[in-house]
């Protein structure tokens, strides 16, 4: 690193020039509140002052992406700036969701026209206390287009696991339709993704007269053979009647 020393200020005080000490050579550099910030040994709250200018997004532009569901740090990030110098603008939209989210926990989930009796809350409090996996859970609201969004979202060991319904606000509570899977499954532990069901392989009919193979019948029977051939000179079934076929119990009207 190069040593220089300041020779004088050259523009009215506007430019600090230097020298290098070793060889002469001089250098210019601005004289702005960077500069004489560091001269006072207050350069790193300087960089904070800096990182606190003015947001490059106006107030209603704020406003609409905290609406929308983004954080204040990300925000802040796009209009860079810090948390700080955007939380007067945010506030009042922050209240506005954590109220429709307190609304919203209080609809009722609405499935294929079938409106529960209990309350999103009271059914997610159930599911998740038998899971046991009741810790954690947070309740937030956004708005997407013309309408709110409850969103839920709670920790099962290290995952974090989302829900999110469509509010439709209105009499006693209003009611709820799922945006995901994961929204109508919690409500309703018994809804599952239909799965496609198949037609079982049959196999193909012995030939007659020749044994079934053990494989193809349940483990817990015995193999049954075909049955022997009729010495000659029995009687057929034609000769012996249809008497011999009728199950015990019948008889024959004359």
Known sequence: MRALRIVGLTD?????????????????LP??????????????????QE????????????????????????????????????ESFAHPVL???ATMADRGRGAHP?????????????????????RGQDEGVEWDAYRDGDSWVLVLTWHAGRSQNRARWTF???????TLTARDETA?????????????????TRPAAPAPGAAVAGSLLDPTEPT????????????????AGPAARRPSGWSRTP
Do not use: M, W
């Not at 009215?12 to 210019?28: I, L, N, Q, S």
């Not at 702005?32 to 709250?45: K, P, Q, S, T």
């Not at 049954?224 to 034609?238: D, E, H, K, Q, R």
């Open 110 to 130: 609405s499935t294929d026209g079938v409106t529960a009796k209990q309350t999103v809350e009271q059914l997610v409090g159930a599911t998740l206390a038998a």
């Open 168 to 174: 439709h606000p209105g009499p006693a509570g209003g």
């Open 12 to 28: 009215g005080g506007a430019t600090v020039v230097c020298e290098d000490t070793a060889d002469g050579e001089r250098f210019t």
């Open 51 to 86: 990182s606190d200018g003015e947001p490059q997004l106006r107030p209603r532009e704020v406003q609409a992406r905290i609406r929308a569901g983004a954080t204040l740090e990300e925000v802040a990030a796009l209009a860079k700036t810090s948390v700080r110098r955007i």
């Open 224 to 239: 049954v053979s075909a049955p022997p051939a009729a010495p000659a000179g029995a009687a057929t079934g034609s000769a």
């Open 184 to 200: 109508a499954e919690i409500v309703d532990p018994s809804v599952r993704a239909p799965r496609p069901v198949r037609e079982p």
């Open 95 to 97: 209240l506005e969701r």
């Open 31 to 48: 004289c702005n509140d960077r500069l004489r910030a560091a001269a006072r040994g207050d350069a790193g709250r300087f960089g904070q």
